[in-house]
T-cell receptor, first 106, second 123 residues
Framework: IQMTQSPSSLSASVGDRVTITCRAS??????LSWYQQKPGKAPKLLIY???SLRSGVTSTFSGSGSGTDFALTISSLQPDDFATYYC?????????FGQGTKVEMK | QVQLQQSGPGLVEPSQTLSLTCAIS??????????WNWVRQSPSRGLEWLGR??????????HYAVSVESRITIIPDTSKNQFSLHLNSVTPEDTAVYFC????????????WGHGTSITVSS
């Protein structure tokens, strides 16, 4: 299953609303999770089951979608949110990641 | 709190075997609610899932990505509560950062990750 993530990068300011999308090449139900990665660090789980917020993750992050189309939204971008974000499908093997979206400061 | 501690050499010669270990604390490698995975990351391939091992129905199971399935083995070690990655016949294309990660069954997400090991394949 191919995961097409967009955009590949975006520039935004603190306080902006940001949306990143992921499209699966076939239905993956809600077996979609979102990760944040900072340079030199492992990815960190933010959202699982498409829309469930991991405990301890700020509620400015939210996820939506099912089937083939998914979105990660940051309602109000904070300084700590500048990072690269990835989606991952775990519906079918091999599990596949999106190409990533780098969120940069405008 | 689950922690995954990776260990292994950072430099591997071409045609040799890359071996990494992921030691688990806060969970058991034989847990029936989790699977244990290896993922790698390189500029050319992005994040790539390599394979998993897990215990279910009284036996061990392993599944691998097609891109490496002829060269990869993931082995659990219950006595040391860890699992290992062995990738043989490596080439410079296997140069990447390698991560171990736990997958929770149910909603199937990678909730805990190792810190990553940078592997260079070079003579």
């Amino acid at each position: 299953i191919q995961m097409t993530q967009s955009p590949s990068s975006l520039s935004a300011s603190v306080g902006d609303r940001v949306t990143i999308t992921c499209r699966a090449s076939q239905s993956i139900s809600t077996y979609l999770s979102w990760y944040q990665q900072k340079p030199g660090k492992a990815p960190k789980l933010l959202i699982y089951a498409a829309s469930s917020l991991r405990s301890g993750v700020t509620s400015t992050f939210s996820g939506s979608g099912s089937g083939t189309d998914f979105a990660l939204t940051i309602s109000s971008l904070q300084p700590d949110d500048f990072a690269t974000y990835y989606c991952l499908q775990t519906n079918d093997l091999p599990w596949t990641f999106g190409q990533g979206t780098k969120v940069e400061m405008k | 709190q689950v922690q995954l501690q990776q260990s292994g050499p950072g430099l591997v010669e071409p045609s040799q075997t890359l071996s990494l270990t992921c030691a688990i604390s806060g969970d058991r490698v034989s847990s029936i609610s989790a699977a244990w995975n290896w993922v790698r990351q390189s500029p050319s391939r992005g994040l790539e899932w390599l394979g998993r091992t897990y215990f279910a129905s009284s036996k061990w199971h392993s599944h691998y990505a097609v891109s490496v399935e002829s060269r990869i083995t993931i082995i659990p070690d219950t006595s040391k509560n860890q699992f290992s990655l062995h990738l043989n016949s490596v080439t410079p294309e296997d140069t990447a950062v390698y991560f171990c990660a736990r997958l929770q069954w149910g909603s199937k997400y990678l909730d805990f990750w190792g810190h990553g090991t940078s592997i260079t394949v070079s003579s």
